[in-house]
């Protein structure tokens, strides 16, 4: 079905209200990069498209106290040139900058990202490994989670985009010992999904030779990206050596479910990439984290 109205409200107030209205049959929409192919393919339908770019509460990237706040219309290259992201966030610099296209980066927002719930989201797999939480509304109210617990499947998300407004997305900005890093395996440079993506957070002791807390966030070797918690306990702790490294990395592998896929490549080597680009990570981010 083709959508007969395209609405642009003015608040997020007008923006519930009109999802109330249509019970279902209205629809978010952000830079339409997922939405308009899912439309044309009617994969999903909507009467209404409620266009929610022009909201100021959804814009933005702030720090406030030690917390990054980014509202959820903020797109990919906004997020990828943002200096205060690259100094307190750079995974999540690093994921937006390889997302798609120059087009498709203007267009997409963290937001949509998010809601979309592929295995293989560029900013979400950086922002499980940040802890983020998102902040969610509806015309019942305000929520707060966790982001890692709104993926629940491919293409399956918490937030139901005919009722409520993912506004915002918070995560701890990194401080001084803490460092991260983002890998991703891709068939081409441009225009062409990840394989395989990693993103990692490190916190070192004073020293820089001790891991205190290691986060390793993976995607799209599962329905779900997903934390290597595993791999993460093995390292808290451990001496940041190659042997730890290499003896965690085990795990993250036997912690992943690929599968044999025609385009992403066989079970094992996908299983052996895991470690591969996981501990590239770890490597970048222990450098920033004893740069920093
Ligand atoms: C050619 C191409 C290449 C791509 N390459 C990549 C890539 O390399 N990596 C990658 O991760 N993605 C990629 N994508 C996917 C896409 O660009 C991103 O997922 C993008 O971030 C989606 O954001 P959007 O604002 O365009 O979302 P939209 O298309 O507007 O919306 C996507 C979904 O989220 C809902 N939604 C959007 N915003 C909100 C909100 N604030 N609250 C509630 N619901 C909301 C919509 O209803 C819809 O269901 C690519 C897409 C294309 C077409």
Known sequence: MKWEEYLVPSSLEEALAILKEHQGQARVIAGGTDLIIQLKKKEVTARCLVDITNLDELKGIELEDDFIRIGACVTHQELASSSLIREKAAVLAEGASQVGSPQIRNMGTVGGNIVNAQPAADTVVPLMALEAEVEVVSSDGIRRE???????????????????????????????????????????????????????????????????????????????????????????????????????????????????????????????????????????????????
């Open 146 to 292: 966790p982001l890692g617990g709104l993926c629940v499947g491919p293409g399956q998300c918490t937030v139901d985009a005919t009722a409520e407004i993912l506004t915002a997305v918070r995560f701890r900005a990194l401080g001084p010992n803490q460092g991260s890093a983002f890998a991703r395996l891709a068939k081409r440079k441009a225009l062409s999904l990840p394989i395989l993506n990693t993103a990692v957070v490190v916190t070192l002791n004073d020293g820089g030779d001790t891991f205190q807390e290691v986060r390793l966030a993976v995607g799209p070797v599962a329905p779900t990206p997903f934390r290597a918690r595993k791999a993460e306990e093995a390292l808290r702790g451990a001496a940041v050596e190659a042997q730890a490294i290499a003896a965690a990395l085990e795990l993250a592998a036997q912690e992943a479910q690929p599968r044999t896929n025609p385009v992403r490549g066989s079970e094992e080597y996908r299983r052996e990439m895991v470690k591969v680009l996981l501990r590239r990570s770890i490597e970048r981010a222990v450098q920033a984290a004893r740069g920093s």
